[in-house]
T-cell receptor
Framework: DQQVKQNSPSLSVQEGRISILNCDYT??????FLWYKKYPAEGPTFLIS?????DKNEDGRFTVFLNKSAKHLSLHIVPSQPGDSAVYFC????????????FGTGTSLTVIP | KAGVTQTPRYLIKTRGQQVTLSCSPI?????VSWYQQTPGQGLQFLFE???????NKGNFPGRFSGRQFSNSRSEMNVSTLELGDSALYLC????????????FGQGTRLTVV
């Protein structure tokens, strides 16, 4: 049972425009969320996190939005750059149980120069 | 500050053999988690250790086991290897016991022939 879903396998965006990557979850106990960037045959690189006590967190070009009632989060990248091309994963955990994260299946982002 | 180090990076084993993978977390991090990534299943949680105790375990057979040492280094063992165990095995370390970012190593690519 996939508790974290990324329904868009791929996304293409022009350089300089906004990239919006979406993620949905089903478990209402999830209260901590992470976004990762990943290249093939490498480990995921941590990008940004958000706790359920917030609805927005910003770090440079990256902003994560959390809508708890909809069980939905999104990652905004502004402006998008060719170097952002990679697979992006969202992950969620019930922090009361530790650091066990449930991952989405990933969205492959291509930023076109 | 050194990141998460996984050894070896690549491994080829024969069906029926056993294998041990090693992970050295970021200095000061006491939580170590293991994940399996395959093309069909994405990133699947194996287990988490905190202060030498296994706190969480994913839905994997008993052939998959692990341990954590007093210096927080962790090992993962897979016995009686099957072809389906071929995957990228990722280790992640976290500073705190919960609600904190997980930083991944480069992974160990295991191929079972």
């Amino acid at each position: 049972d996939q508790q974290v879903k990324q329904n868009s396998p791929s996304l293409s965006v022009q350089e300089g425009r906004i990239s919006i990557l979406n993620c949905d979850y089903t478990n209402s106990m999830f209260d901590y969320f992470l976004w990762y960037k990943k290249y093939p045959a490498e480990g995921p690189t941590f990008l940004i996190s958000i706790s359920s006590i917030k609805d927005k967190n910003e770090d440079g070009r990256f902003t994560v939005f959390l809508n708890k009632s909809a069980k939905h989060l999104s990652l905004h990248i502004v402006p998008s750059q060719p170097g952002d091309s990679a697979v992006y994963f969202c992950a969620a955990s019930d922090s009361n149980t530790g650091n066990q994260f449930y991952f989405g299946t990933g969205t492959s982002l291509t930023v076109i120069p | 500050k050194a990141g998460v180090t996984q050894t070896p990076r690549y491994l080829i084993k024969t069906r029926g053999q056993q294998v041990t993978l090693s992970c050295s977390p970021i200095s000061g991090h006491r939580s170590v988690s293991w994940y399996q990534q395959t093309p069909g299943q994405g990133l699947q949680f194996l287990f988490e250790y905190f202060s030498e105790t296994q706190r969480n375990k994913g839905n994997f057979p008993g052939r998959f086991s692990g341990r954590q040492f007093s210096n927080s280094r962790s090992e993962m063992n897979v016995s009686t290897l099957e072809l389906g165990d071929s995957a990228l095995y990722l280790c992640a370390s976290s500073l705190a016991s919960m609600g904190t970012e997980a930083f991944f190593g480069q992974g160990t690519r295991l191929t079972v022939v």
